[in-house]
């Protein structure tokens, strides 16, 4: 059963033998090639497999590997770091122009902010990632932030609140790291169920408590202010670590079973999109602390 995540589904997160990676892990032996068995870049679903490729083709293993071209090279780690760079900076030059021009201009920065969720929906059901469309999704949504971080900055009690929400972001990354790196974390499909559906959970009631606020007025359902919105601030950022051991788990399986090097683009278009998510759900909940 493949995961409800339309990013992940498509790039082999497979629960079908108790591992959230590309179908199985490496085995021992023969069996540990990468290019044979149940993975999902051999011959037989693999959009991009090589028909000379010995490996998919059942040949012996002694033959010399197959030498890749400059367009069909798996990926390598040095890829997803140079990416996943370009893709964060976008946001970062996005956020400046945002915070620097668009700060009483929210009007236009939430128009920029719902272009970017339709272009990351139109990414994750995209077969292949597209260099273009991320980096415009990141663009656009690095505006959004800049722009609404402006505005929270220049609000009584809340100065310095932005710059506090980036250092939070970047502790849980690095704690979720090394967390993940040690194996105190371990990505299996019951841990990724269990992320999907505490997801989907959570997203649910937000979307729940919008409506309240919109045709109910006040705070609606009580999510995003006083001690339940810290209870939910807080669940939110730990989703967001939860996603990004997700992230890496995708990052390394790609790696181990010779992804193609564009698939390095979704590996920086998902580690955004959990950092986006994170930084937001840490802003609020410093704007609840700090506001209360």
Excluded: C
Aim: hydrophobic letters at 50%.
């Amino acid at each position: 059963m493949r995961s409800s995540n339309p990013v992940f589904s498509r790039r082999g997160f497979s629960r079908d033998t108790g591992y959230a990676g590309f179908n199985a892990p490496p085995q021992a032996g023969a069996a540990a090639n990468p290019y044979a068995g149940a993975n999902p870049y051999a011959q037989g679903g693999n959009p991009y497999a090589d028909p000379t490729n010995p490996y998919a083709q059942g040949q012996p293993a002694t033959q010399a590997p197959p030498q890749y071209t400059p367009q069909t090279r798996p990926m390598t780690m040095d890829d997803v770091v140079a990416r996943t760079g370009m893709t964060l900076g976008t946001v970062i030059a996005g956020a400046t122009v945002g915070w620097l021009f668009l700060t009483q201009s929210l009007g236009f920065a939430i128009g920029a902010g719902l272009v970017a969720m339709v272009l990351a929906l139109v990414q994750s059901f995209k077969r292949k990632p597209s260099p273009a469309l991320i980096l415009a999704y990141a663009a656009l949504e690095g505006v959004f932030l800049g722009a609404l971080s402006g505005f929270i900055n220049g609000l009584p009690n809340m100065s310095g609140a932005p710059m506090q929400a980036v250092l939070g972001t970047m502790a849980v990354f690095v704690a979720m790291l090394v967390a993940y790196k040690t194996r105190i974390v371990r990505v299996t499909a019951r841990f990724t169920r269990f992320v999907m559906i505490a997801a989907m959970g959570f997203v649910l009631l937000s979307l729940v408590n919008v409506l309240f606020m919109v045709f109910g007025g006040g705070e609606g359902l009580g999510f995003r202010s006083g001690g339940l919105g810290i209870v939910f601030g807080i669940v939110g950022v730990v989703l967001g670590a939860l996603f990004l051991a997700l992230d890496f788990k995708q990052v390394e399986d790609g790696i181990a079973y010779g992804a193609p090097r564009e698939e390095s683009w979704l590996a920086a278009f998902g580690l955004t999109l959990t950092l986006v998510w994170i930084y937001m759900e840490m802003l609020r909940l410093i704007s609840i602390l700090r506001g209360d």
